[in-house]
């Protein structure tokens, strides 16, 4: 029974200390501002419950019946006198602007400075169209004329590479249902909406092979709905883009309407 209650009482503290050390890791310019958010919220809220967890063991130990003294069992009051107003309003105005405000602050912030703040067009920003479907990432470039829904397009399938070190500005359709353009190493993701453009924008600091996930649940075959990130030196990707370049304009095909989806870049 002892046992039983310290596994249910430690059971939430485990599962903070996984949060707190098992995520993919961040190879991202901006995702430590939202492992920041997650780790306040977890480290509060433990604190919040340990103080939760002692206010009751004091209740249960300090405060049982005593045969010697019946009187004292029964005394209670109704926690309405002006004292125990202001107290419980000073708990709940603190938790609430100590933590939320802290959050709701900060959430704002990292809008405003990163994820909001898209790059202006500088010469290393990597421009990207993605359409999703049912179950895969399209992906599109815009080639040697730096237009899109041209001839000379780079298209891939569920791969998507990028340089090290640039800002990287995706925009998102889909051609069917509501998919989730996913970036666990980035920490974001953006939803892709049939008849609607959305974007986002990610920069690398690591190079290395990532996934890239649908997070929005699309259909049975949603778990196979699975792209590759790879990140490059800035040599590298112009090497791998010469040969995709090549490789788009072999397979090329006038006729293929389906294969055109890409459209004019909106800024
Ligand atoms: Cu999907």
């Not at 309003?89 to 100590?98: K, Q, R, V």
């Not at 898209?118 to 990207?128: D, G, H, I, K, Q």
């Not at 996913?182 to 600091?205: C, E, H, M, S, V």
């Not at 699309?218 to 709905?225: L, Q």
Request: glycine letters at 6%; proline letters at 4%; charged letters at 20%.
């Amino acid at each position: 029974m002892r046992k039983a209650a310290v596994a249910i009482l430690l059971a939430p503290l485990a599962a903070h200390a996984t949060l707190l050390g098992g995520r993919p890791v961040d190879v991202s310019l901006d995702g430590h501002r939202g492992d920041w958010l997650f780790d306040v919220t977890t480290i509060s809220v433990t604190i919040l419950f340990l103080i939760m967890v002692a206010i009751m063991l004091g209740a249960v130990l300090f405060h049982r019946e005593k045969p010697d003294d019946q009187r004292k069992f029964g005394e209670h009051d109704h926690g309405t006198s002006r004292s125990h107003l202001l107290f419980t309003a000073f708990i709940s105005l603190t938790i609430f602007f100590g933590v939320d405000g802290v959050l709701l602050a900060s959430s704002y912030n990292s809008l405003h400075e990163a994820f909001w703040n898209y790059p202006t067009a500088a010469a290393n920003t990597v421009e990207v169209e993605v359409m999703a479907q049912q179950w895969g990432w399209n992906f599109r470039y815009s080639g040697p004329d730096h237009k899109f829904g041209t001839a000379d397009d780079v298209v891939r399938f569920n791969e998507l590479a990028i340089p090290k070190d640039a800002p990287v500005t995706v925009k998102l359709r889909s051609k069917d249902v509501i998919h989730s353009f996913y970036l666990p190493n980035f920490r974001t993701k953006q939803d892709a909406i049939p008849g609607y453009t959305t974007k986002l924008w990610f920069q690398a600091t690591e190079t290395g092979n990532y996934e890239i996930g649908c997070a929005q649940h699309c259909g049975v075959n949603h778990y196979r709905m699975r792209g590759e990130l790879h990140i490059k030196e800035r040599h590298d990707f112009d090497e791998w883009l010469t040969e995709a370049t090549a490789d788009s304009a072999r397979r090329y095909d006038p006729n293929d309407k389906e294969a055109q989806w890409g459209w004019d870049w909106e800024s």
